[in-house]
């Protein structure tokens, strides 16, 4: 008898912790942006979103290009339903002129010009995952991994991208003028992605409703969440269209060795 709820206990674990893998596959702080590009036609233009290790988007993910005062130009919308991406993922939102000169297949339109002073920034629900700023900056939009970063790239020269070369949370370290990669990594590599193809099982778990203050952060309100970084998991919450959320564990052995542990100790003393 004791055997037979032994080895039920450890399926359950078993089971259980193939879920919390899943899950943990499909959180959102994953997405960065990774290039910047205004070409020297205003109406050359891209930007790039990207993932090296896979996860989900939602309706309620979205860029937002702001000026250098920290007003909202336009919010491009990723995806109406949620969508889920193995790695590497790169999803390019692009002018059509843009989409024709580089011979590139868009995933979505990018219909304001970059402003020679800017910010844009990943969000998903009221947060904020991560911004990039260039130019000229008054007033700064952070995000939840760099709430105390203010800095800003150099504005890149027409015709150049602003690109992502590391990702230490400081935008003038993180970023620098390089030669326009649509579609590939930024290190001169040559790829050609099979790219953005959803993974079928985007079936979503639990959701729920965002906080009442959810419009634009210039704060850093998700400071204390950004301290804990390491150790904590992060919940994407979305109401647009019923997509799920996802929590992540950091910490060293994460929920799931503690929560699996206790359950197989409690079946062993009901025995």
Excluded: K
Excluded at 245 to 259: E, I, N, R, V
């Amino acid at each position: 008898m004791r055997g037979r709820h032994l080895r039920n206990g450890f399926l359950i674990a078993a089971v259980l912790s193939g879920t919390l893998a899943g899950s943990a596959r499909a959180g959102v702080q994953d997405w960065e942006l990774s290039e910047v590009y205004r070409g020297t036609d205003p109406q050359l233009r891209y930007v790039e979103l990207a993932n090296q290790v896979g996860g989900c988007l939602f309706p309620s993910s979205t860029i937002d290009l702001f000026d250098g005062q920290g007003q909202l130009i336009d919010t491009m919308t990723l995806t109406i339903s949620t969508a889920c991406h193995g790695a590497p993922t790169y999803i390019v939102l692009a002018s059509a002129e843009a989409a024709s000169s580089f011979g590139f297949p868009r995933d979505g339109v990018l219909s304001s010009e970059l402003p020679s002073s800017g910010q844009l920034c990943f969000r998903s629900s009221a947060t904020y995952y991560d911004c990039v700023r260039w130019g000229a900056i008054s007033n700064p939009i952070v995000d939840l991994f760099g709430p105390g970063d203010s800095s800003a790239a150099t504005s890149p020269a027409p015709g150049r991208a602003l690109a992502r070369t590391q990702s230490t949370h400081v935008v003038v370290d993180d970023w620098t003028e390089a030669d326009p990669t649509p579609r590939q990594p930024n290190d001169n590599s040559t790829w050609e992605p099979p790219d953005a193809a959803p993974i079928p099982d985007a079936a979503p778990t639990f959701d729920a409703a965002p906080p009442a203050d959810a419009g634009r952060r210039t704060d850093a309100a998700p400071a204390q969440a950004a301290a804990d970084a390491g150790n904590s998991r992060y919940l994407d919450l979305d109401t647009v269209g019923g997509g799920s959320c996802a929590c992540q564990s950091t910490g060293a052995g994460g929920l799931s060795a503690a929560f699996l542990l206790i359950l197989a100790l409690a079946i062993r003393r009901r025995r």
